[in-house]
């Protein structure tokens, strides 16, 4: 998996926009509400997949 991060548009707890990158946590930093946050991907969910390959069966 990647190690490059997407940039995050708003912070999940107070929505603002005012965000910058922590490198030492790898995470993100709101000077709004001045909370330091990750977000982190555990996967796809089953049922993501599954449609995905009933999408690529349907595009053959």
Do not use: N
Request: aromatic share 6%; proline share 3%.
């Amino acid at each position: 998996m990647s190690e490059v991060r997407a940039a995050i548009l708003y912070c999940p707890f107070c929505a603002e926009e005012d965000l910058h990158p922590v490198e030492q946590h790898g995470g993100w930093e709101c000077r709004s509400c001045l909370r330091v946050f990750s977000v982190k991907v555990l996967g796809l969910a089953a049922r993501a997949a599954s449609l995905s390959a009933t999408d690529a069966r349907r595009q053959s």
